[in-house]
């Protein structure tokens, strides 16, 4: 049976768990929660197996420190600039450690957790850079492997956020860069993984731009939605968006570090979220990428078109569409199967390779802390450029890592 520490009874960890109740019941328990609301936590106990002797803590460090030597495992979910905190002592530990992504919000704990990790490298590590498993990135970077579009030259890649997600950046913790790091870092390290991917090398340098052009304050609009006169009719209106959060049972996911941030309203809330960012990149092997990401768009999905040598690749996640047009020819259209669970079927995979470390099995996880940092730099960069207005150089950040 193994033990298993939650830091963050949110939505992320529970997806995780949800999986593992379905596909790997019986062999394994909560022995310890961590999580400043209670609510989540009795909603965690009460869903899922809990050893007899589970404990409660409100913080990851105060629960790594009490339970040392009494856990196998642990899932660190938290908001992301809490996570180092706890990764640091887990790594100690030697626990296997599902982090999720960003891992870290900046270069100094990049370092940090990238130094501990190889003072201790019984301790296993995996990212929660759930694309990374999925059937759509997984057959494109197939395609390009293949050599059918020859040598790829530039990606365009794009990420649309639908009202529902919209309003996870600009209502709860995750508008706050003190506790998200950065819109970028916090939403798109997803994606510059992906380009990371695909592009098969490590990012040379960045620039980027932001603005915050949809989400002004407007004076016709009260503060929360439930005091306001467009409730009925706004398109972000908290009493009519899909309850994004309540997959579980109740309102527990609003966290107590913002309470009842629920129906602020869209336009007036406190932000620190641009709605609109691009970023380029240039990779050590010469490879240029564009990357845009914009909120208050008519559906959630990512696009890419990966211009090679020999022939370009399109495709919609959100269509499972992907197709590639070789120099002479028609575009031909690729079929992506997955199974229903979230990110297009990424969740289950993931998880599965998370089961299978603590079943024991020697693998190469995918998803690894270097591959996690390797996301985050461009992410810290795009954020340094677009508020300096500056190129930057991402090789020299890796010189703070020995052995990186
Ligand atoms: N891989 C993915 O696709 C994916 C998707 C969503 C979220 N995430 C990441 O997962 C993490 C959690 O996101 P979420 O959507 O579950 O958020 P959430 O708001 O649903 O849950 C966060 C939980 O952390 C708790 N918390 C706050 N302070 C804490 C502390 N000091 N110690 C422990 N817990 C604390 C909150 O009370 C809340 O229950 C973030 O890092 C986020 O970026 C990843």
New binding site residues.
Partial sequence: MKRLGI???????D?YLYYMRENWAGNWALAAL????PV?RRIYRENNPVTEDCRDF???PAMLEAMQGKLDAVII????M??TESILPALKQNLITLI???AVTSLADAARVWNQAQLYPAAKILI???LRYTAFYRQLKTVIDSGRIGKVLSIAAAEYLDPTLTSNYTR??RRFDRLAGSFIL?KCS?DLDILNMLAGDSVKSVSSFAERTLFRPREDAAMRCSDCRFRNECLYSAETLEPY?LNVGSK??L???IPFNNDLCVFNSDKDTPDHQVVNLIYNNNITATFTVAMGQPRTTRTIHICGTDGQICGDIGDDYLAVRPMKGNWERITVEHDDSP?HGGDSVITNEFIQLLSGAELKVDADLHTGIEAILPAIAAEESRRKNQIIDLNAMRLFMPGF
Avoid: M, Q
Avoid at 7 to 13: E, F, H, N
């Fill in positions: 830091i963050g009874c949110g939505l992320r960890s997806s961590a999580d400043p609301n989540a409100e913080s990851g979910a938290s908001p992301n809490l996570h999720e992504k960003p929660g850079f759930v709860n913790w916090e997803h959060y527990v996911y966290t107590p570090l990110h």
